[in-house]
């Protein structure tokens, strides 16, 4: 059952991306991420990422909302099931999160990497040892 949600999962991916790019246009770069289906193939979560400010971004989302039942219409006549899943458009920010944390990494003021004190094999360095000699 599993494969079978993924498959469906991948196919609706394809075929959103595809109907989004061709029925409306943006002033910015949409594209959907991911797409999460429920067992029941009822409800399709979609995450769509948007490139711009945040105004932008939740104006697509709005706008993707009011084209829903137009787009689950499209998609049922393109992908064939019992039932064509509820679309639900979410804001995909894991691209955003993902750059935010490696500007936060790079801020750091690390030392450099140099040797450890602590050897290869995971001991303390030889001089740190006692003298066995008596």
């Given at each position: ?13 394809r075929?959103?991306?595809?109907l ?13 991420q ?9 409800h ?9 400010r ?34 639900h458009?979410?804001l ?5 999160r ?7 990494l ?5 030392p ?23």
């Amino acid at each position: 059952m599993k494969h079978r949600l993924e498959r469906v999962k991948e196919l609706m991916k394809r075929e959103l991306g595809d109907l989004i790019s061709k029925e409306i246009t943006f002033t910015q770069l949409v594209t959907v991420q991911d797409v999460d289906v429920t067992p029941d193939l009822k409800h399709a979560h979609v995450y769509v990422s948007v490139l711009g400010r945040p105004e932008d971004a939740h104006a697509a989302i709005a706008k993707l909302h009011d084209h829903r039942k137009e787009f689950q219409a499209m998609l049922a006549r393109r992908v064939i099931l019992k039932f064509t899943p509820q679309l639900h458009f979410k804001l995909d920010e894991t691209v955003e999160r993902g750059s935010r944390i490696i500007d936060i990494l790079q801020s750091l003021d690390l030392p450099p990497a140099g040797p450890s004190p602590v050897d290869d094999i995971g001991g303390a360095p030889e001089d740190s040892h006692p003298s066995h000699d008596r």
